[in-house]
Structure formats: C-alpha cells, structure tokens
C-alpha cells in the first residue's frame, strides 16, 4: 500500500462508506464489505472466496455450494452498484475509493486524485440553461480520465438537449 493509503486511512474510508444511508439501511452489503476489507487488511486477501465469505458473511451452512446458491455473487453485483452509487452520489469528495473488481472480491484501494478544473468544451452554440449541468458532467469526465478508466453516460429522452 502507498504511503497514503495506511490501514488507518482504509479503516476511515470504510466506517465513511458505511455510515452513509446508501449502506447504513443495507446491513447485508455493510456486512459484505466491512469483511471484505478486514481481510485485506488482516493479510487474509487469498481467504475472499465464494464459499467462505456465503458462510462467514450470509450464514450459509458448511455444505454450502456456490454453484447452487449464487448469493454471493448476486450480492457482490449489488455491492459494486451502491459502491458506485456511493461515490457518483455523497461520496464524490472522498479522498479514496473502495472497489470490488469484477471476477473476485478483494477489494482495491485508491487514492482520488484532485484534478485541476475542468475546462469546459463549447459546442456552436450556446447551451442556455445547462452550465450546472456541464459542469458536474466535466468534473465527473476529468476524474474518470485521471483514474485511469470508467465510463460516462449521458442518457435522455429525445430533444431534451444531450448533445448541446
């Protein structure tokens, strides 16, 4: 771990997350992730596999059989969604993000960089009503490319002004 992501620095960016309503109302997926982390930190990252963390997370019995029961998965595709959510939503000023890859369930730490302002690309004509807008859509753009990845979606009804 970089200088700047310390156990302590982890510790604090995980009770963050989990003391936001996003995951204070969903004591499973809190559950999920405080194990997740915990292990990582404890040094126990090969220990994150389907199987244990269906027993030790959502109490599965000792029989338990992953390609039975998808619980885990399904859990950990709804984890990723609020973590998401999470920093798109209240958390878009944290310092570091908590992630869960696809293909497994150790989680990866990073620091956000701050990025300078976002410049602002005029189309021909002026967007009248939109700067807030373009300006939450820029931030958001320049993050994405300082981390290195992500995606951006701008959806809409017909002619509500998407592409000006």
Known sequence: MAESLTRDAIGKQLERVLSDPL??????????????VEAVLAGASADLKEYTIGIEVF??????NPSVDPIVRIMAGRLRAKLAEYYLGSGVEDPMLIEI???GYVPQFS?????VPP????????SVGRVAELTRLSAI???LAESGGGMVMV??????????
């Open 141 to 143: 753009w320049h993050d």
């Open 59 to 64: 109490g599965r019995a000792p029989d338990y």
């Open 101 to 103: 890859p696809r293909g």
């Open 111 to 115: 620091v956000r960089r701050r990025a």
């Open 155 to 164: 959806a809409g009804e017909a002619g509500i002004g998407k592409t000006t």
């Open 23 to 36: 995951f204070r109302h969903s004591h499973r997926l809190s559950r999920f992730l405080r194990f997740c």
């Open 119 to 126: 410049v602002l690309v005029r189309s021909r004509r002026e």
